[in-house]
């Protein structure tokens, strides 16, 4: 995304992502609605989701998508994709610098509010955000559906 003075504009590339991320959430059958914040230019998306489509059988949960495109366009994307719901369970599937894990991308969970995370290095599919949503929600089911 290209701001008016025909350089790269690190925020709207970002909520361009987000806009279609928000659009693929809500094609997932578990998600009830979606929305995205700030509305002129989101920062980040927040879906309610029905955790009971996924295996759970928690009645209410969240999806909270962050996505940041970086400072030029060939930085890699720092994003989070992270679940919580009305159990204290929370997980996500983070690409970012963690000094937990090696590496950026990795998946963290607990069980409840008090306890510390645990920290898994992963590997993603890749870095397009539309497939890398759909791959998390298949994640997501694997996860909750296990619980």
Do not use: K
């Not at 002129?40 to 998508?65: C, K, N, W």
């Amino acid at each position: 995304m290209f701001a008016f003075d025909g350089g790269y504009d690190p925020g709207a590339a970002s909520h361009t992502v987000l806009l279609e991320l928000r659009r693929t959430v809500e094609g997932h059958p578990a998600v009830r609605h979606a929305r995205g914040d700030p509305p002129d230019q989101f920062t980040h998306v927040e879906a309610a989701i029905d955790p009971s489509a996924l295996g759970s059988d928690v009645d209410e949960g969240t999806l909270a998508i962050r996505w940041y495109a970086g400072e030029t366009v060939d930085a890699r994307p720092e994003f989070a994709f992270h679940y919580s719901d009305a159990s204290g369970f929370d997980c996500g599937w983070h690409h970012e610098p963690n000094p937990h894990v090696d590496g950026w991308a990795h998946y963290q969970e607990r069980s409840t509010d008090e306890e510390a995370y645990d920290y898994e290095a992963i590997s993603f599919g890749g870095l397009h955000p539309v497939p890398l949503c759909w791959e998390i929600l298949d994640r997501l089911e694997t996860r909750l559906g296990a619980a």
